[in-house]
């Protein structure tokens, strides 16, 4: 178990790394540089000239990259470009509606997915339906669904705000209502991603041999479901929770967008339209970060399911 | 008895080790197999012998750590790449699972072609009328070669996979527990068409199997592998009748006999209560 | 009966079907869906194409005076804020959509298909370096690069669509490696390389061919997400393509009117959902296709219409009331289709072994767990008493069946390690079983557990008794199997082919400790086997299947030295294990008939040698014959007195 955690975690270095190369690796190809995007066309050379030397783009790109490397070893991502603060001080502050939707979304979608996907394992309608929405969760694109869920939530029946974002610490009542058709938009294709992994996994382990076995030596049913089947379903479905979690990071750029929440992705647009690379830079080292510490949780937890990994 | 001065494949000194993390494991120590002319030489074993390994090794699928192979007299332990490839018209095989010996999205005269293709024997000989012989060989209809395997049951199947090995006019046949997953009226139908092909074609077959009675009736010449090393090797009548080592005796006496008569006699001494004589039952 | 090998051919040949009915109207009928979902992409894309020409409107075309109207006969699908007509939008957006979304598909196959076969087939060191490789990217955030390359590229789209398929192919190579790793072990990639066919052409041919369906799958379910997430970019406003619509922008325009109209959000959504979907369900006909392409004709029978067969009322009569199972002309179908087993007839006295024996496809094992109440989803029992201990579990349903479980009728299966929970120890499955039987204080609970594995003679239960499943043999693994039959104390043991996935030494001690079980509890056994070998060691009686029913039944020393049934007589004689070395196998001319095409008569008749008109005619009733075997020949006595049977 050790060892798996010690290789996941040696796994996510050269992850790290490359996830934080990226933007300078592409640097060269941006049509003029930072400082250009920065004063904009109507900037003199001389201007131009200066804001180059602040932002150190006369050193080789190794050397610019070693910088912020080291920066960030140290917790400083640099600074924005068009807002002049401190990446980490903007994406801090952005952490806490973004982690709000993705957890949240993950944990009814998990709770939901499961649940309906062990009552289909067994065929019936339900298991058609949970077939069915699969396919159709797949299609539908999530900025749509969540206009479609403003449009008659909001706008028609005005029953929720349609956008912005408290914080829990300000009014933990309205931070739960603004969260409502945010945390619905992200979790219902995720929701159909789980049950239908859940459906198809719990069948197979039903088809299981043992099964049979348990079933002769007089083994209730619900033990039959949830000691034994469940168990052995549950590497795959934590598989897809996890890659659900990872969506779910995702869709806060599209999300967060459309619902006017300040928070990781809708930061990561602005800054794409904005051109400004260190701030995207940054955006890039938190998702890649949150990623990690996911994975990592997921490995722990194919541990505890699956006794073959355990002893390895 | 067959001419055993006349050896076809010869594996001398064979010794196969795996890595397997940090840990070495030998899967054969030190395997001599000698293959006379139109014979047939059984491997037997249970699982973990190594009986799977020599024929790898032999076939070239394992890398052979120490030891030789001479197949028709060429020293083809190293051989590799092209030189290796061209072996196809020499020897063969036939597999165990009927299920996957073809490939199931290919027609069975695509699968017959495919050795001929490899081996550069296309332009030489009329293809067509090759399939029609080779599949006639092993009692199926040459029709047979348009239709996809799905088709044709278990046994069928292996019929089309020795067919297969035939088409390259090979002189040895790696048989790998090739009658194991048949039925036993199939299978009997299989030993019988390895038995016929080899009187007609002077084929010599290496027959690895871990069924006993099996080996006792196809092969002439049997070696006893157990856990990698040979435990006994000789003509198949001496073997099985008179065993010297003890785990082939063990061997032997597990394999139930298909006679209730005879096989309560051979039951493990340990057996509290003997079996009763109901013989008087039978009128 | 020794026939010749070209002579068997023949006989095995009707299963031949001609099935050449067109391509298109085989897949119509096959996969409606998936026709109909490949049409309907067709279209859209030649729609697309034509849209210069067919479109009522140019897709820039302002109207002030009409914006943001509903459908009219003027525009079918309204117009959007600047007066723009709907339907001609969407049209003149379909080829750049479509395009957008192959170009990433194209990235997509051209690195995930060489890069998992190569790994695949390979294995190590190119397998783990491409594998890293692939784990490490996938765990990067698609989304968040995609921008990036945007903010560089200035918003390209083509730029993100490569991104896009650079990012997802890491998923197409881990699923084409597994498949690789698969079929590269099928005996026949084997073949091909003891052949001489190069490694290139190897995986040129068979493993593309095999993974085909695999791939083509993944590619539209990625086909499907390149076009949400290209249309998410362009809903943000992140992609430039000059001034020509796309679908995502023009539900990013739809939104900035929102408050005033919902409607010209709707053609947009639904053309993104319709054309996604159709990938979706191309790919699911795509992988039912192909999954049934594998799959052996066999599987067939499946949905075939029933054809039933009355069986003759059987005429023996043995003394078997006091027996402690009869099974009586027991029949198991397949739901709404064919029938499997038909008539089951047999009985274990107290302290009895009796022996099923046949051949693959006779019906043993379905007769094992229709006596058992434990037949897999989609079979049912159709008819027939099984009454155990004078009660019929039948007729009384769930309730009587559960009564006997574990405690009356235990089981054991072939499939030694498969038949424990691989998640739970040898100790948790033990205690869960034992407990359902008695409730025991936790001392007396362990001291059962041990108790049980030293009854199945494991020498160190302490030790076994921690272990997983995965960390056993299959010999202790079906000893463990056997003491998980035996804690609910049962009067009899149903074993369905208990050694046959182990080594003969191993099969030796499991048969040896099921015969002392029997001999020092007066336990009853019921052993299913296709082994004469295992039958004449353990069987006090045999029972004898073929093709669904039983045939021939007796004292296992009468079966075997004087059977009654010319397929029980055959059988024998096909068995290596008592044929003089040298000598020719007896065999039997072609095939079992399949479930749904027996006879009516005796179902042996096209294979016997002995067959005569009268064979079928009609079914044919179990009755007793001398020296007391019962058969269901109507010339067991005719044949016995010509001597042709015995041995």
């Given at each position: ?11 996510s270095i050269?992850?790290a ?6 933007s300078?690796?592409?640097?060269p190809?941006?049509p003029?540089?930072a400082a250009r ?17 602040e932002?150190?783009?006369n050193?080789?790109l ?8 080291t ?18 001080e903007?994406?801090n ?6 982690l709000?939707l ?11 997915g499961?649940a ?6 067994r065929r019936?309608?339900?298991?058609r339906?949970?077939?069915s929405s699969?396919?159709l969760?797949?299609?539908i ?7 479609v869920?403003v ?7 005005k ?12 009014d933990?009542?309205?931070?739960a209502?603004s ?8 979790s219902l ?5 789980i049950a239908k992994?859940t459906r198809?996994s719990?069948a ?10 348990l079933r002769a030596a007089?083994v209730?049913?619900?033990s ?13 479905i ?17 999300i967060?967008?459309i619902f006017?929440i300040?928070?990781l992705g809708?930061?990561?647009v602005?800054?794409?339209?904005s051109?400004?690379?260190p ?5 890039v080292?938190?998702?890649t970060?949150i990623?990690i510490v996911?994975n990592l949780i997921v ?5 505890y399911?699956?006794?073959?990994v355990?002893?390895k | 008895?067959?001419?055993t001065?006349?050896?076809v494949?010869?594996?001398e000194?064979?010794t196969?080790?795996?890595r397997k993390?940090r840990q ?10 000698r293959?006379p ?9 249970e699982s973990?012998?190594g009986k ?14 120490t030891g030789r192979?001479?197949?028709?007299g060429q ?8 030189r290796r490839?061209?072996l196809g018209r020499?020897?063969?095989?036939v597999?165990?699972?009927?299920n996957t ?5 290919f ?9 001929l293709?490899a ?7 009329d293809?067509?009328a ?7 060989a092993v ?8 239709r996809?395997?799905r ?7 292996q019929?089309i996979s020795i067919a297969?090995a035939?088409?390259?006019n090979?002189?040895?046949v790696v048989c790998?527990e090739?009658?194991?997953a048949?039925?036993?009226s ?5 030993l019988?068409?390895l038995t ?5 074609r ?16 196809i092969?002439?010449?049997v070696?006893?592998?157990y856990?990698g ?10 073997i099985t ?14 394999a139930?006999i298909?006679?209730p008569?005879v096989?309560?006699q051979r039951q493990?001494?340990t057996?509290?209560?003997p079996a009763p ?7 | 009966m020794?026939?010749?090998?070209s002579?068997?051919?023949s006989?095995a040949l009707?299963n031949?079907v001609p099935r ?9 009928k096959?996969?409606p869906?998936g026709?109909?979902a490949?049409?309907?992409?067709l279209?859209i894309?030649?729609l ?9 409107f ?12 509903g ?19 969407l ?5 750049p959509s479509l395009t957008?979304?192959?170009i990433?598909?194209?990235v ?8 998992g076969i ?5 294995g190590?060191?190119i ?7 692939a ?5 990067i ?9 945007l ?11 490569i991104t896009l ?6 998923g ?8 690789t790793?698969v079929v590269?072990?099928e005996?026949?990639?084997t073949a091909a390389?003891?052949a001489?066919v190069?490694?290139?052409?190897i ?5 593309v061919?095999r993974?085909?369906g695999p ?8 086909v ?11 809903f ?5 393509d000059g001034?020509?619509?796309?679908w ?6 739809a ?6 109209t ?8 639904l ?7 159709a990938?979706?369900?191309?790919g699911?006909a ?8 594998a799959?052996?004709a066999?599987?067939?029978?499946r949905?075939?219409r029933a054809k039933t067969?009355?069986p003759?009322?059987?005429?023996f ?5 006091n027996?402690?199972l ?7 179908s397949?739901d ?5 087993v038909d008539?089951?007839t ?6 009895e ?10 019906g043993?094992?379905?007769t094992?767990?229709?006596t058992?109440?434990l037949l897999?989803?989609g079979?049912h029992v159709d008819g ?6 004078g009660v ?14 574990g405690?009356?009728?235990g089981?054991v299966?072939q499939d030694a ?5 691989p998640?739970h120890?040898?100790?948790?499955h ?6 359902r039987h008695e409730?025991?204080s936790p001392?007396?609970?362990k001291?059962?557990?041990?108790e ?13 008794l921690?272990l997983?499943?995965?960390?056993i043999?299959?010999g202790?693994?079906?000893?463990i199997?056997i003491a ?6 049962p009067?009899?043991?149903i ?8 080594d ?7 048969l040896h400790?099921l015969r ?7 336990l009853?056994v019921?052993i299913?086997?296709?082994n004469?070998g295992?039958?004449?060691d353990?069987?006090?009686r045999?029972?004898v299947m073929?093709?669904?029913?039983v045939v021939?039944?007796?004292d296992?020393?009468?079966v075997?030295q ?8 055959a059988?024998?004689a096909?068995?290596?294990?008592v ?21 009516t ?7 016997c040698p ?12 179990l ?6 075997s019962?058969t269901r020949?109507i ?11 015995d041995r």
């Amino acid at each position: 178990m050790l060892r798996l955690i010690l290789r996941r975690l040696a796994l996510s270095i050269p992850l790290a790394l490359i996830a934080s190369m990226i933007s300078f690796v592409l640097v060269p190809f941006l049509p003029g540089d930072a400082a250009r995007a920065l004063l904009g066309p109507n900037a003199t050379a001389a201007q131009l000239a200066a804001a180059r030397e602040e932002l150190g783009l006369n050193l080789p790109l190794w050397q610019q990259y070693w910088n912020w490397l080291t920066g960030a070893l140290h917790g400083d991502l640099g600074t924005s470009l068009i807002s002049r603060q401190p990446v980490t001080e903007l994406l801090n502050a952005r952490l806490e509606p973004s982690l709000s939707l993705i957890i949240g979304a993950t944990l009814v979608a998990s709770i939901i997915g499961i649940a309906m996907g062990v009552r289909a394992a067994r065929r019936g309608v339900l298991g058609r339906v949970v077939d069915s929405s699969s396919i159709l969760a797949l299609a539908i694109p999530d900025f749509w669904l969540g206009l479609v869920l403003v449009v008659i939530f909001a706008v028609q029946l005005k029953l929720l705000p349609p956008t912005g974002y408290v914080p829990i610490a300000e009014d933990p009542g309205m931070w739960a209502t603004s969260l409502i058709l945010p945390i619905i938009t992200l979790s219902l294709p995720a929701l159909s991603r789980i049950a239908k992994q859940t459906r198809d996994s719990m069948a197979t382990a039903l088809d299981g041999t043992y099964v049979r076995t348990l079933r002769a030596a007089a083994v209730k049913e619900n033990s039959i479901i949830y000691r034994h089947a469940l168990r052995n379903a549950a590497v795959p479905i934590l598989t897809v929770i996890g890659l659900v979690f990872v969506g779910a990071l995702g869709g806060t750029v599209a999300i967060e967008s459309i619902f006017a929440i300040p928070g990781l992705g809708s930061t990561a647009v602005q800054a794409t339209a904005s051109r400004d690379l260190p701030l995207i830079q940054g955006v890039v080292v938190y998702f890649t970060l949150i990623t990690i510490v996911v994975n990592l949780i997921v490995d722990l937890a194919y541990g505890y399911f699956n006794p073959r990994v355990r002893v390895k | 008895m067959k001419d055993t001065s006349y050896p076809v494949l010869v594996a001398e000194n064979i010794t196969v080790r795996y890595r397997k993390g940090r840990q070495h494991f030998t899967a054969l120590d030190n395997v001599n197999v000698r293959i006379p002319h139109a014979a047939t030489v059984g491997l037997v074993g249970e699982s973990g012998s190594g009986k799977s390994t020599l024929a790898k090794a032999i076939l070239g699928l394992v890398p052979i750590t120490t030891g030789r192979i001479e197949l028709l007299g060429q020293d083809i332990t190293h051989l590799n790449g092209r030189r290796r490839r061209g072996l196809g018209r020499s020897i063969q095989a036939v597999f165990q699972d009927p299920n996957t010996s073809l490939n199931p999205s290919f027609t069975v005269g695509r699968s017959l072609i495919e050795p001929l293709k490899a081996q550069n024997m296309l332009g030489d000989i009329d293809v067509d009328a090759r399939v029609a012989e080779v599949l006639t060989a092993v009692g199926m209809e040459p029709d047979a070669a348009s239709r996809q395997p799905r088709q044709f049951s278990g046994g069928q199947r292996q019929r089309i996979s020795i067919a297969r090995a035939l088409i390259t006019n090979p002189q040895v046949v790696v048989c790998d527990e090739a009658v194991s997953a048949l039925d036993l009226s199939v299978q009997a139908q299989v030993l019988n068409l390895l038995t016929d092909l080899q009187r007609e074609r002077g084929l010599s077959y290496l027959f690895i199997s871990h069924d006993m009675s099996v080996v006792k009736h196809i092969c002439h010449e049997v070696t006893v592998l157990y856990r990698g090393t040979i435990k006994e090797s000789g003509p198949t009548q001496q073997i099985t009748t008179q065993p010297a080592d003890p785990y082939t005796k063990a061997l032997l006496l597990a394999a139930p006999i298909a006679d209730p008569v005879v096989q309560r006699q051979r039951q493990r001494p340990t057996s509290a209560v003997p079996a009763p004589s109901r013989t008087s039952l039978i009128s | 009966m020794t026939v010749t090998s070209s002579q068997r051919s023949s006989a095995a040949l009707p299963n031949a079907v001609p099935r050449r009915q067109g391509w298109l109207g085989q897949a119509w009928k096959r996969q409606p869906l998936g026709v109909i979902a490949s049409i309907f992409i067709l279209l859209i894309f030649v729609l697309g194409v034509l849209a210069p020409v067919i479109a009522p409107f140019k897709a820039g075309q302002q109207d002030l005076l009409v914006t943001l109207n509903g459908p009219s006969s003027a525009h079918w699908l309204g117009t959007d804020a600047l007066g723009r007509d709907i339907l001609s939008r969407l049209l003149y957006a379909a080829v750049p959509s479509l395009t957008y979304a192959l170009i990433a598909l194209a990235v997509f196959l051209l690195i995930g298909v060489p890069l998992g076969i190569v790994a695949g087939y390979r294995g190590g060191r190119i397998d783990s370096v491409i594998s890293r490789v692939a784990e490490i990217a996938m765990s990067i955030p698609a989304v968040i690069i995609l921008l990036v390359v945007l903010a560089v590229f200035s918003s390209s789209p083509i730029a993100a669509m490569i991104t896009l398929g650079v990012l997802g192919s890491p998923g197409l190579i881990r699923v084409v490696r597994g498949v690789t790793l698969v079929v590269r072990e099928e005996a026949y990639v084997t073949a091909a390389t003891v052949a001489g066919v190069k490694p290139v052409n190897i995986m040129a041919t068979h493993l593309v061919r095999r993974a085909l369906g695999p791939i083509l799958v993944q590619a539209s379910v990625f086909v499907g997400s390149a076009l949400v997430i290209q249309a998410a970019l362009a809903f943000l406003g992140l992609l430039s393509d000059g001034d020509r619509p796309t679908w995502g922008g023009m539900i990013g325009e739809a939104s900035q009117v929102i408050s005033l109209t919902s409607w010209p959000l709707v053609p947009a959504g639904l053309i993104i959902i319709l054309t996604v979907m159709a990938f979706g369900l191309v790919g699911d006909a795509i992988r039912d296709a192909t999954s049934d392409e594998a799959s052996p004709a066999g599987r067939r029978w499946r949905r075939r219409r029933a054809k039933t067969v009355t069986p003759a009322a059987n005429q023996f009569d043995l003394d078997t009331k006091n027996h402690l199972l009869q099974v009586r002309n027991l029949r198991v179908s397949v739901d709404d289709g064919v029938t499997l087993v038909d008539d089951a007839t047999f009985s274990v006295a107290q302290g009895e072994i009796v022996a099923v024996v046949g051949e693959s496809g006779c019906g043993k094992s379905v007769t094992a767990l229709g006596t058992l109440g434990l037949l897999p989803p989609g079979l049912h029992v159709d008819g027939g008493s099984v009454i155990f201990d004078g009660v019929d579990l039948l007729s009384r349903g769930a309730e009587a069946y559960a009564a006997v479980r574990g405690g009356g009728i235990g089981y054991v299966a072939q499939d030694a390690l498969g038949s424990l929970d691989p998640t739970h120890t040898v100790e948790g499955h033990l205690r869960e079983v034992i407990l359902r039987h008695e409730k025991l204080s936790p001392a007396k609970l362990k001291q059962r557990t041990h108790e049980l594995l030293q009854q199945v003679q494991i020498a160190d239960p302490a030790r076994v008794l921690k272990l997983y499943p995965h960390e056993i043999s299959g010999g202790m693994a079906q000893r463990i199997n056997i003491a998980l039959a035996l804690a609910g104390r049962p009067r009899l043991i149903i074993a369905d082919e208990p050694t046959t996935a182990l080594d003969v030494t191993v099969q030796s001690e499991i048969l040896h400790l099921l015969r002392e079980l029997q001999q020092s509890t007066k336990l009853s056994v019921l052993i299913i086997t296709h082994n004469w070998g295992v039958v004449a060691d353990m069987a006090d009686r045999a029972v004898v299947m073929y093709a669904g029913e039983v045939v021939e039944m007796g004292d296992v020393y009468t079966v075997f030295q004087a059977p009654r049934f010319p397929y029980t007589a055959a059988l024998l004689a096909a068995d290596p294990s008592v044929s003089p070395l040298g000598k020719r196998l007896e065999t039997i001319p072609g095939r079992v008939p399949a479930p749904g095409s027996r006879p009516t008569g005796c179902r042996f008749a096209g294979r016997c040698p002995f067959a005569t008109e009268a064979c079928l005619d009609g079914p044919l009733p179990l009755r007793v014959v001398p020296p007391g075997s019962v058969t269901r020949c109507i010339r067991a006595e005719e044949l016995a007195s010509e001597g042709v049977l015995d041995r």
